[in-house]
């Protein structure tokens, strides 16, 4: 179906949902075996079965080749990652020259290899304040679990083992790992998963579109909150904060301007370790090489992943403040510290890792996704007319349209109307790929690399496809003003 088509829903069938129109004509058993063996990230598995799988076969740059030949414009990045965009054959000359002369060294006990000390140390020369000392991990989720193991292990060898509780917003989202997914705020990754534990909390995300007041009146809200929460469970026992410089997939929420730093003041008053959980937002995705600049803050701990090898390869990391590290140094003395992973500094993703920083500096990706975030705002900004749009907001190239059925009194869309799905499929057939969060959001997050050209392709399309909503009769009907 051409991308100017009107959408439609092709090959509907009771057994097997939507597909789309090619899927019926080129199974070539891949699907079949991806229903019967190969389990997807936070979906219905049910309804998976039921749909089948898009495969996915080559990129390059902006775009996506499917398995039915279909060219797609990628606005998410993979899943917020593939920052250098596809097909930087530096990137892959440098795993493969890493693969062939050192494919594995284990970073346990005292080796080490070259590309993993020099990842180490570049990041920590950019890294703001005292983030010195890096542990790397396999992505996201495993390095907030490294923070958490760190913290705990921290407040224990300095005498407070009774600071255990950790603190964040109620859409944050800090990875699905066992302990994670409890730091994450999102109710999916709580249900019949146990979490969160008794030792972590949640107070309310500062949401400007959703509160009522101004930017200085929502920062005193959160410190207040904040406050609050840690006067409740007791000034001893709390451990961490964890924040994110702009709330990722619980809506691409951006806080006011200094919302950061007072959150940091607050935490730095009260004792408390601040985590800086920037997988999604470091390495230009909010503009700055990592998201806490924006506000001049100097976190305790920070996480990254995504953006650190472009996705290219798995790779995390956590970086400690000197202070913090300094502290487990000195009160832990000759024990052995039981912290580790086997891919922990995997020389060929720390071959990456190394190759995909000198692109974003040297290579001016950095700078080109500055101005491609600058136009994005720009060119968002004519949606807000548009009779489902309440709330277009973004920074850098992260970028949300918060819909609603009545803009007046910001009414989410009833989930019955089904509207995420309709998002993406009618996205799909538009040959965009972007993020349609559950409570009606289109998330944006495209390369660093995309051009002005790309930033207004992908507008546009984003734009019909917000279109193809109104002629969906349930939609259209639930709309109020």
């Known amino acids: 179906m051409a991308p100017g088509s009107d959408c439609t829903y092709a090959c509907h069938t009771p057994e097997n949902g939507y597909l789309r129109r090619g899927q019926c004509m080129s199974d070539n058993g891949l699907i079949q075996k991806d229903r019967r063996h190969l389990i997807h990230s936070v979906l219905s598995w049910g309804e998976h079965e039921r749909r089948g799988a ?14 039915d030949g279909n060219r797609l414009l990628d606005a998410f990045s993979g899943l917020w990652c593939v920052n250098i965009g596809y097909g930087q054959q530096s990137v892959v000359a440098a795993a493969a020259e890493q693969m062939a002369r050192l494919p594995y060294a284990t970073n346990y006990f005292h080796f080490a290899s070259e590309s993993a000390v020099e990842l180490a140390a570049r990041l920590a020369e950019r890294a703001p304040g005292d983030l010195d000392h890096v542990f790397f991990t396999q992505g996201g989720s495993d390095a907030v679990d490294t923070a958490i193991r760190l913290i705990r292990y921290y407040f224990n060898v300095t005498g407070r083992p009774e600071k255990k509780h950790m603190i964040a917003v109620d859409r944050g989202y800090h990875g699905s790992s066992a302990a994670g997914s409890g730091i994450t705020g999102l109710a999916v990754f709580h249900t019949h998963f146990d979490a969160p534990v008794a030792t972590q909390h949640h107070i309310p995300t500062a949401w400007p579109y959703r509160f009522d007041g101004s930017d200085a009146d929502l920062i005193a809200a959160s410190v207040r909150h904040l406050r609050a929460k840690v006067a409740e469970i007791g000034p001893d026992r709390v451990a961490a904060f964890f924040a994110e410089p702009v709330v990722g997939s619980g809506g691409v929420i951006v806080p006011p301007d200094g919302w950061f730093r007072a959150m940091r003041d607050t935490c730095a008053e009260l004792d408390i370790v601040f985590v800086a959980d920037e997988v999604i937002t470091g390495f230009g995705r909010t503009g700055p090489m990592f998201g806490s600049a924006y ?25 400690l403040s000197d202070r913090l590290y300094r502290a487990i140094v000195d009160a832990s003395g000759k024990a052995v510290i039981g912290h580790g992973q086997t891919y922990s500094g995997h020389p060929v993703s720390a071959a990456v890792g190394l190759e995909v920083l000198r692109l974003y500096e040297e290579g001016g990706i950095i700078a080109n996704g500055q101005a491609s975030g600058a136009h994005l705002a720009s060119a968002l ?34 989930p019955a109307l089904g509207l995420p799905d309709a998002l993406a499929r009618c996205g799909f057939e538009r040959r965009v790929l972007f993020r349609a969060f559950g409570d009606a959001m289109i998330g944006l997050a495209p390369p660093l690399i995309s051009t002005i050209d790309e930033i207004d392709e992908m507008v546009a399309r984003v734009k019909s496809t917000l279109d193809d909503m109104l002629a969906i009769p349930a939609i259209r009907e639930a709309l109020n003003g």
């Open 54 to 67: 898009t495969i996915l076969t080559s990129g390059d740059g902006v775009w996506l080749t499917d398995g």
């Open 295 to 319: 506000d001049g803050v100097a976190p305790d701990v920070m996480t990254l992943a995504k953006g650190l090898t472009s996705g290219y390869v798995p790779m995390g990391a956590t970086l």
């Open 381 to 414: 900004t004519a949606l807000s007319d548009h009779p489902l749009v309440g709330d277009v907001r973004s920074r850098g190239l992260l970028a949300c349209i918060e819909l609603v059925t009545d803009k007046v009194a910001k009414t989410r869309p009833d």
